[in-house]
Nanobody, 115 residues
Framework: QVQLVESGGGLVQPGGSLRLSCAAS????????MGWYRQAPGKQRELVAR???????YYADSIKGRFTISKDNTKNTVYLQMNSLKPEDTALYYC?????????WGQGTQVTVSS
């Protein structure tokens, strides 16, 4: 069992930056993969970025070059650094963990990009 708590969302102007954090309730060292997803109103949830236990990383094309996923095993936390934010990045951002064939989701953190 893994509980995930996201934080770091908020309101930011276009071109601004935010860093999201996903804190896990136990060690993430052995978790197969952790990822960030987002869901905008009226749209399906989509994968934004993912990092595996072996540090293999995937980014969605829409955020490549602007977002960076990283993890700190000592803090059991995964981060999503978001730069050059655009209005279309506005969404509820969720953290997901894949561990031993089980999937766990956080409650989400809202990111709003608007002037």
């Amino acid at each position: 069992q893994v509980q995930l708590v996201e934080s770091g969302g908020g309101l930011v102007q276009p071109g601004g930056s935010l860093r999201l954090s996903c804190a896990a309730s136990r060690s993430i060292f052995s978790i197969d993969a952790m990822g960030w997803y987002r869901q905008a109103p009226g749209k399906q949830r989509e994968l934004v970025a993912r990092i595996t236990r072996f540090d293999s990383i995937y980014y969605a094309d829409s955020i490549k070059g602007r977002f960076t996923i990283s993890k700190d095993n000592t803090k059991n936390t995964v981060y999503l650094q978001m730069n050059s934010l655009k209005p279309e990045d506005t969404a509820l951002y969720y953290c997901k963990a894949d561990a031993s064939l089980n999937t766990y989701w956080g409650q989400g953190t809202q990111v709003t990009v608007s002037s």
